[in-house]
């Protein structure tokens, strides 16, 4: 469920209306809902409490990284899932407290290790011996001991796009499973690190349950052996994955999911720390254009409009579907009319929708793209020399501007001509 409603035909986010925006603030832009952020976290967050478990949220930040958005989550009490020094920056800034947040990702510079260590983070989740041997040495020349999780590939398929799976062992990710425990002990015999977990995290834009049932059982098998090794296992970070419905889909509830959880590992005793992203943000945002041109091809209709791959780039690199609607409803009478949504961008991947059903469209007519709150502006670059898309927050019968519109010259002021010219 969003806040994205019509009213007299008209599109709104809570009680402010899409073309006010789109006046204001000039197109394309996102549109996020604070209403369906709380929303999507309370429910969350109460799921995992009702089922039991000793929880803590960790918002993954890239699937939106936005201070605005990550601090409505914040000031709910959740912590930040981070896999860049960036991200652990934005969440540090909006507020996150140091001991809610968790650094993930298999490519994790020294630098960035370094100041995750000075910032006494929660928890470092490492991906790999090297990783492990490099962190020891970092923090114990600042005379710490770093608490760490083990992310382990559990080899299971999550069922998802290829792109998005990341828990089978031919994917990157994550310690090999049947090589966990070695790897535990050599971490057990570091100076540097405190092993306090296990993690794991099979993939994103999950619609079932049973591939995070197989990988929880293997997760409680791993726990019972490192527990008889004698290594004190006592949070499990269980990763995101949870999908939302973009087109038809009926992923399993918060609920449901849960009580998997609860069913599988709740009477080990162990804090769960659990990173939704996906979850959290993606249907509480839009992507809002405009159409530039209504063209007629030899066979079929493009709207040819102001947004492009670059601002949300899904379609383009995942075959994604995203919902496309009017903001302004069909008026009676007027008919449906099948049509391919296009971008501006010198590519054919810039395509949103092939064939779409949509009612007919002028010139400057305003539309909307569904669930695009997650891996949207977050995925968005300034290919073909394009601003980078801004976004707003909105707040029952008010909105802000929570990244704006680069200037072209402000787009420029990175660049420089070498003196040689
Ligand atoms: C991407 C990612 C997440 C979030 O995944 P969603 O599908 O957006 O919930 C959580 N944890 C890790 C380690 C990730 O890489």
Redesign the pocket.
């Known amino acids: 469920m969003n806040h994205f409603d019509y009213h007299d035909g008209e599109l709104y986010a809570e009680q402010v209306a899409i073309s006010r925006i789109a006046r204001e603030v000039g197109t394309p832009f996102y549109c996020y809902s604070t209403a369906t952020l709380v929303r999507h976290y309370t429910v969350f967050a109460d799921a995992l409490k009702a089922a039991g478990l000793d929880a803590t949220v960790?918002f993954?930040c890239?699937?939106n990284p936005n201070l605005a958005v990550i601090r409505t989550f914040a000031e709910l009490g959740a912590g930040a899932?981070v896999?860049s020094e960036g991200e652990l920056r934005q969440a540090l800034a909006a507020g996150v407290p140091p001991g809610r947040i968790v650094f993930?990702?298999v490519g994790k510079t020294l630098h960035e290790l370094e100041f995750a260590v000075a910032k006494g983070i929660l928890q470092i989740?490492v991906e790999s011996e090297p990783e492990l041997l490099l962190l020891s040495q970092v923090a114990a020349a600042r005379g710490v001991r770093m608490p760490i999780a083990l992310?382990v590939n559990p080899d299971v398929d999550a069922g998802t796009h290829a792109k998005?799976t990341?828990g089978k062992k031919e994917n990157k990710?994550g310690i090999e499973w049947t090589r966990a425990r070695e790897v535990y002990a050599l971490a057990q015999s570091l100076p540097g690190v405190e092993v306090v977990g296990v993690?794991c995290?099979i993939?994103?834009?999950?619609t079932e349950l049973e591939p995070f049932r197989e990988a929880f059982l293997r997760v409680r098998d791993l726990v019972a052996l490192l527990r008889a090794d004698g290594i004190d296992i006592r949070r499990l970070?269980l990763?995101?994955?949870?999908?939302v419905p973009y087109d038809g889909e009926t992923p399993p509830s918060p609920a449901a999911y849960a009580k998997v959880m609860a069913e599988t590992l709740g009477d080990l005793g162990c804090r769960i720390v659990v990173?939704?992203?996906?979850?959290?943000?993606?249907n509480a945002g839009i992507l809002v254009s405009r159409v530039v041109y209504v063209k007629e091809g030899a066979t079929r209709t493009f709207l040819i409009v102001d947004a492009a791959m670059n601002d949300l780039m899904r379609p383009a690199l995942y075959d994604a579907h995203h919902a496309i609607f009017p903001v302004h409803q069909a008026r009676p009478g007027e008919e449906p009319v099948e049509v391919d949504v296009v971008g501006p961008v010198c590519e054919s991947g810039d395509t949103f929708a092939k064939q779409r059903r949509l009612p007919p469209m002028r010139s400057g007519d305003l539309l909307a793209f569904g669930t695009a709150g997650?891996?949207g502006a977050a995925m968005s670059s300034t290919y073909n020399t394009r601003p980078l898309v801004p976004e707003v927050l909105v707040k029952d019968e008010a909105y802000a501007v929570v990244r704006a519109r680069p200037s072209y010259d402000e787009m420029r002021a990175l660049e420089s001509l070498p003196d040689w010219f």
């Not at 990173?275 to 993606?282: A, C, K, T």
């Open positions: 960790c993954a890239k699937a899932d896999v993930s990702g989740n992310r998005i990341t990710f993690a995290h993939g994103s834009q999950l970070d990763g995101g994955g949870l999908g990173e939704p992203g996906r979850l959290l943000v993606g997650a891996y």
